[in-house]
């Protein structure tokens, strides 16, 4: 597989409708454009990536025009700085983890998560294949590599005690985002936590393998789209407008990779189509689950938002009694049918 390089990206930014935003009310006024669409601010919680995909597809294939809306969506600098800005009124959904939205709650911020994009963590242990790690069990005495302020740590500790793995079998070793995985080959560590889609980029990719958290037995919901609590009251009609376009674009995303990643240069300057579509395609087995087959795209799992609770809880991020209600609703989703997020 060929290498994909990490590029520097630069939004083709909607200046002048960014201000008409921030003139505004607030998100939850939801102002209008010169065409009399509403506009919707979204903040993404990274700069452009695979992630991205569902809200370019709907962009430019006209779902969020169909439910006459005009969207102004932001690069990000983590999700939970996309969770203060909800929580502020500086924009009316954020996308990011459901960790950030139950850390901000824990914070007291009025923001509510109410669709899921990634059903599944994403998360995965990388090996090489020489390393003769083939399961879960083979991790005892071994070195991992990880963020250890990272909500992907926090999924590994997680998986590790779903495992029945003490961590005092192990030994983390901590490395900035993202070094531990190209730290492999050098025999430093013997796995490395990280989000599947970043294997693509390797020159060693077909050198690798890997475990799921999921698979461990940590099942818990990954990133999806949170507003504020008086939106989600003041405004669920175009709440259900912007999930359904979203929700549109997701399906179409997930089958037509190649097509909605070439799409990304019509938003977004210096980002690598191919490289954007490899990520994705390696991070579908999580987005396409079997809860959603039955339960239609953008499900809300109640069990795995108690699974996600007591991994935060065991991270000593939130208190192992930390209340659930209010934290995500089923409002927006309940007025779409299921055959129409299939």
Not at 9 to 17: D, G, L, P, R
Not at 133 to 146: C, H, N
Not at 218 to 243: C, I
Not at 257 to 263: G, I, Q, T
Request: hydrophobic content about 40%.
């Amino acid at each position: 597989m060929s290498r994909f390089t990490r590029t520097t990206v630069v939004a083709v930014a909607a200046t002048a409708v960014l201000l008409l935003s921030a003139c505004s009310n607030g998100p939850s006024e939801g102002s209008t454009d010169a065409d009399g669409k509403t506009i919707v601010t979204l903040r993404h919680s990274w700069i452009p990536d695979d992630l991205m995909m569902p809200v370019v597809a709907a962009k430019q294939l006209g779902f969020y025009a169909e439910e006459n809306i005009t969207l102004v969506d932001q690069v990000g600098n983590g999700g939970a700085t996309s969770a203060q800005l909800v929580a502020n009124g500086d924009v009316m959904v954020g996308v990011g983890e459901a960790a950030h939205v139950l850390n901000a709650r824990n914070q007291g911020l009025p923001i509510v998560y109410i669709a899921t994009q990634i059903q599944d963590q994403p998360n995965v242990l990388v090996t090489m294949k020489s390393s003769g790690i083939d399961s879960w069990d083979d991790l005892r005495g071994k070195d991992i590599g990880t963020t250890t302020t990272s909500s992907g740590h926090v999924g590994l500790r997680a998986a590790l005690a779903a495992q029945g793995i003490d961590e005092s079998e192990v030994t983390f070793v901590n490395f900035p985002a993202g070094a531990a995985l190209t730290t492999l080959p050098t025999g430093e560590i013997d796995a490395a936590g990280s989000f599947l889609g970043n294997i693509a980029a390797l020159d060693f990719y077909d050198d690798v393998s890997y475990l799921t958290y999921s698979e461990a037995g940590y099942v818990a919901p990954s990133t999806g789209f949170f507003v504020n609590e008086s939106t989600l009251k003041n405004q669920p009609e175009l709440l259900e407008r912007f999930v359904r376009a979203t929700l549109k674009g997701l399906r179409y995303a997930i089958d037509n990779p190649d097509e909605v990643a070439e799409l990304f240069p019509n938003e977004y300057a210096n980002v690598d189509p191919v490289g954007l579509a490899a990520k994705w395609k390696l991070n579908a087995q999580f987005v396409d689950t079997p809860s959603v087959a039955e339960h239609g795209l953008g499900y809300i799992d109640p069990a795995g938002w108690e699974s996600l609770r007591d991994a935060l809880a065991l991270a000593e991020q939130i208190p192992a009694d930390f209340d659930l209600d209010g934290a995500y609703s089923t409002a927006i989703l309940d007025k779409i049918p299921v055959e129409d997020r299939s």
